[in-house]
């Protein structure tokens, strides 16, 4: 079998693909297909990269990195070209040191083992590899870009943290407004309820102190969507979001609309009746998430992503010692998140701008 390369790829008309790995010399990513001619704010591109940004406070990783993107091409003067955009995060705190006792143990929770079947161990795995959750800031340059796009086109993404454990957040409202999105992006919990972020963070910190991590839930809603997009069965807006939403490490579920609440009730409970708004078909509730058939019916899409507990703790774990095929017993050293949910919120939105924006058309002019 031929080395693994480092990268992966999703999108159709805009193919974005992610290279590097978290204890390499950079990471990084190629986005063919982006829109011509659109400006970039690369201030808000910024501000928004730092929300996702690790060793800002005691619910996230110490490992300090700059995550700025040096773009290589496809961009002049902030302006989108048409060619290639190619964007690199230089990797500038590594502690390599803290992985020597994994080479040959996998790390329960990890892709360790498996990567270490599939590729006949030659990865490097350091810090997570190419499977590393460092891999989402270049999503997030890229998503960061498609928001801006979007946003010009009247659509609006956001996301909060909806549950940390048992401690839950309130849901979106029916109409989520962009002026609530960006209140909830500038909270260092992002949430709409400052009370259950306070729980939140209480949690976390409590968690992490004991050398353990907790898992958690980020509710998504994508509004100013048109009537149409999305094909039906396969290339459905659920499929296609669901797809890329997947490729986030970590991810272990996603729901739409109600999700699996509907397998709970009736048809005459689940069912969003159809009324006349402003002059426009709408529905009085929304179930349905926004997608009927895989086709946008207009509504805000409404999606949540379950998040597992960060696998890597502190307390002793079970494993195997692969090469001598005997149990032991694994201490991982090193720096990890004790709840990646908080710093997941960006990225979330990330990738659903990109995989909209992808569904839109991608790059018509270039």
Not at 13 to 36: L, M, Q, R, T
Not at 154 to 176: N, W
Not at 291 to 309: D, E, H, N
Request: hydrophobic share 35%; glycine share 12%.
């Amino acid at each position: 079998m031929p080395l693994f390369e480092n990268s992966s790829e999703y999108g159709e008309n805009i193919k974005i693909k992610v290279f590097g790995k978290s204890h390499g010399e950079n990471i990084g990513v190629e986005i063919d297909g982006f829109p011509k001619d659109e400006k970039i704010d690369l201030s808000e591109l910024g501000a928004f990269l730092d929300r996702r940004k690790p060793g800002k406070n005691k619910m996230s990783t110490p490992r300090v990195e700059a995550d700025l993107p040096d773009f290589e091409s496809g961009l002049n003067d902030g302006v989108t070209t048409g060619e290639k955009v190619r964007a690199v995060i230089w990797n500038t705190n590594t502690r390599s040191g803290d992985y020597d006792n994994l080479k040959t143990v996998p790390r329960p929770g990890h892709a360790d083992f498996t990567a270490h079947e599939k590729f006949d161990g030659q990865l490097d795995m350091r810090g997570g590899g190419h499977f590393s959750g460092r891999l989402t800031a270049p999503i997030c340059i890229a998503g960061g870009m498609a928001l801006q796009v979007l946003d010009r086109q009247g659509i609006s993404i956001g996301a909060h943290v909806e549950a940390v454990g048992d401690v839950h957040d309130e849901r979106f409202p029916l109409y989520p407004t962009k002026e609530l999105f960006e209140d909830i992006a500038k909270k260092e919990v992002p949430v709409i309820d400052d009370e259950a972020g306070a729980k939140m963070r209480t949690l976390i910190e409590s968690v992490g102190s004991q050398g353990d991590s907790i898992g958690g839930i980020v509710e998504c809603v994508i509004t100013g969507m048109p009537v149409g997009v999305g094909e039906p069965m396969f290339g459905g807006i659920e499929n296609r979001l669901a797809a890329a939403l997947f490729g986030i490490p970590a991810v272990k579920g996603v729901e739409f609309g109600n999700g699996f609440e509907c397998a709970t009730l009736r048809g005459s409970q689940n069912n969003d009746p159809f009324v006349v708004k402003d002059g426009k078909v709408v529905t009085e509730t929304n179930n349905h998430g926004g997608s009927l058939g895989g086709i946008s019916s207009g509504m805000p899409i409404v999606f949540r992503v379950a998040f597992k507990p960060t696998p890597s703790i502190s307390l002793p774990q079970k494993s195997v010692e692969l090469e001598t095929k005997t149990e032991t017993v694994l201490e991982i050293k090193g720096r990890h998140d004790p709840c990646i949910v908080v710093r997941a919120v960006p990225v979330v939105e990330a990738v659903a701008a990109t995989v909209i924006l992808d569904m839109l058309g991608g790059n018509k002019n270039g």
